[in-house]
């Protein structure tokens, strides 16, 4: 078995920026002294990009987490909506009450025909697709609202 590759400091500082979301990308490479050229070799690096991948996922968990303590919020919110003066809020507000599960699911079933037809995988999903379908409930959540088609299908 081969030795992995450690990454340096520099580079896990970068990465480490890069995630605080506090500079863009320009100004993380100023700020470590880093050329383009260098960080476009250490995105072609298999550990830099595993580091990398392994930040993505930290961070899906991490809004996964935070959506997950508001759902119960968010759900009470659309459920006072429903008594709305407004008829077209209130309307909105149980069309997002009541579409939702099948939404949810329609989003869960397409995503898992794009990773079968992607991987030709069986019935198990890849951590990818796991994080790709949190990702899309999320958005589900997070904007409250579902289109026209996500309804009438």
Not at 53 to 79: F, N
Request: hydrophobic fraction near 40%; include cysteine.
């Amino acid at each position: 078995m081969a030795k992995r590759k450690q990454l340096s400091k520099r580079q896990l500082a970068m990465i480490d920026d890069l995630f605080a979301g506090e500079l863009d990308e320009q100004a993380v490479l100023d700020k470590h002294r880093v050329s383009r050229n260098v960080y476009n070799k250490w995105l072609a690096d298999e550990e830099f990009q595993a580091e990398f991948a392994r930040r993505i996922a930290g961070a899906h968990l991490a809004s996964e987490a935070l959506i997950a303590r508001y759902r119960l919020v968010a759900a009470a919110k659309l459920v006072q909506l429903t008594d709305s003066e407004s008829q077209e809020t209130a309307r909105k507000a149980c069309i997002d009450i009541i579409s939702f599960p099948r939404v949810a699911a329609k989003k869960v079933e397409r995503i898992s025909e794009e990773q079968k037809s992607d991987e030709g995988q069986g019935e198990q999903l890849s951590a990818e697709t796991a994080s790709r379908i949190l990702a899309a409930l999320a958005e589900s959540d997070e904007k409250g609202e579902a289109t026209e088609s996500d309804i009438n299908t």
